[in-house]
Nanobody
């Protein structure tokens, strides 16, 4: 069955770094664009970063540009989000999303908490 499993979240002080991973199974990962979203407490879901199926094209939300880097390893069926210079406002549950045509799959999320 289809699974997206995020990992790598945790508690980090402001200015620190984390790398999130999202391991995919049950579908042809290399066909799918991958997206990281986040939802902070009391906030709407926000797009963080996207990467094309080949990994050649990436896009970032304005609030994370220059600090976060999305990447993927199609041999490992995994997408990553490297987060540097973390701020308290980055505190959220981070979700990965796989998308291809009408197909879309979601992970369960991983909590990132940035202390001030």
């Amino acid at each position: 069955q289809v699974q997206l499993v995020e990992s790598g979240g945790g508690l980090v002080p402001a200015g620190g770094s984390l790398r999130l991973s999202c391991a995919a199974s049950g579908f042809t990962f290399r066909n799918y664009a991958m997206i990281w979203y986040r939802q902070g407490p009391g906030k709407e879901r926000e797009l963080v970063a996207t990467i094309s199926n080949t990994g050649l094209n990436t896009n970032y939300g304005n609030s994370v540009k220059g600090r976060f880097t999305i990447s993927r390893d199609n041999a490992k069926n995994t997408v990553y989000l490297l987060m540097n210079s973390l701020k308290p406002e980055d505190t959220a549950v981070y979700y990965c999303n796989a998308r291809w045509a009408r197909d879309t799959y979601w992970g369960q999320g991983t909590q990132v908490t940035v202390s001030s």
